[in-house]
């Protein structure tokens, strides 16, 4: 690994083992990270849904959408 | 011309605004959370009483922080919409909600997992473990009662109720470790006293906490578009909205096989 004196780990096996905490160290940080890109793709699906179902829920509505016109 | 915070209080106003912030959000958290891990995770070296196990401070702190703060952002804008009927303040409200869930989540979930290498338990009933429990009940019950009236304002109404006296629990989740004895260490920093941490994990756990402050930021704007759409669904500059955005992208579909 890089610079000696700005890294503090040795060799990536001691990076990953976490002075033997690594089951814990990187169980927080990956449940959070997961839990966090989840969250962002919930907002986008939700988003999408939402526009999907007004677009598709208004027949009549989707002449003043400009729809029926194109 | 006179610049009023009132101005974007509406939600039409409100919309574009946030679409184009929230991007640089989301930018802003990516980048302080890469130079968080950086610095917390490679530069900083291991701590002395707690081996390498106290890393879980740079995902814990900036989580629990938050939980109690979205918690407070939240009931103020629900209160803000409860008292003085602004529709976009109970918006927001119901915005924050789930992230701030998700942070109680994440503060007890790496509490548990920092918890059982240094006390040996994953969970203990002690003031402040328990006070942060009730606050994720809080934010279930908020989104739940929410959910359960079917009225949006009714909704707001009730569910603003619930976020302000639930507010009480937040100094006490704060002070808890001051109040009670308790297994949780006191605060590691705090504005009346210097840091009792190296500068290097001091930096790369603020970096962290506006990491997480500006990740929170974009989601919780981003989900209060998707409200103000659903909430604004009939209105004139919803289908103007649509309809740009359909047309911008019809030409790209079209040149799909």
Redesign the interface.
């Known amino acids: 690994m890089g610079g000696p004196a ?4 040795s060799s990536l096996t001691e ?1 990953l083992h ?4 690594g089951p ?2 990187w ?3 990956l ?2 990270g997961v ?2 890109a989840l ?2 793709w919930q ?1 986008v699906q ?2 999408r849904r ?2 999907a179902q ?2 598709e829920q208004a027949p009549a ?1 989707g002449e ?4 029926a016109a ?1 | 011309m006179k610049f009023s915070l009132f101005y974007f209080s509406s939600p039409q106003r409100f919309y574009p605004l946030s679409g184009r912030l929230v991007p640089w959000f989301y930018g802003l958290a990516g980048l302080l959370a890469i130079a968080g891990l950086v610095m917390g995770l490679l530069v900083a070296p291991t701590d002395a009483q707690q081996g390498d196990a106290y890393r879980i401070i740079f995902i814990h702190v900036p989580t629990a922080w938050m939980s109690m703060l979205v918690y407070l952002a939240m009931a103020f804008w629900a209160a803000v919409g409860l008292v003085f009927g602004a529709r976009l303040a109970s918006m927001l409200a119901l915005a924050l909600a789930p992230t701030g869930a998700l942070m109680t989540f994440l503060a007890l979930w790496t509490g548990a997992l920092w918890g059982r290498p240094t006390w040996g338990a994953w969970w203990v009933w002690d003031a402040r473990l328990t006070s942060e429990l009730l606050l994720l009940f809080l934010y279930l019950g908020f989104l739940a009662l929410h959910a359960s009236i079917e009225d949006p304002r009714r909704a707001d109404r009730s569910a603003a109720v619930l976020a302000i006296v639930g507010a009480v629990n937040v100094p006490i989740i704060y002070f808890s470790v001051k109040w009670w004895n308790t297994l949780h260490q006191g605060a590691s920093v705090s504005l009346t006293k210097a840091p009792s941490m190296a500068s290097q994990m001091l930096s790369a756990m603020l970096l962290m906490v506006f990491a997480v402050w500006a990740y929170t930021i974009a989601v919780a704007l981003a989900r209060c578009r998707t409200l103000i759409l659903d909430r604004e669904r009939h209105t004139e500059w919803v289908a103007d909205i649509l309809r740009n955005d359909l047309n911008s992208r019809q030409p790209r579909w079209e040149g799909q096989p």
């Not at chain 1, 700005?6 to 780990?9: E, P, Q, R, T």
């Not at chain 1, 976490?18 to 905490?21: A, E, I, N, P, Q």
Request: charged share 10%.
């Open positions: 700005l890294i503090y780990w990076f976490m002075g033997g905490y814990f160290v169980g927080s940080f449940v959070a839990a966090m969250e962002c907002i939700s988003r939402l526009i007004i677009l509505s003043s959408l400009g729809l194109r």
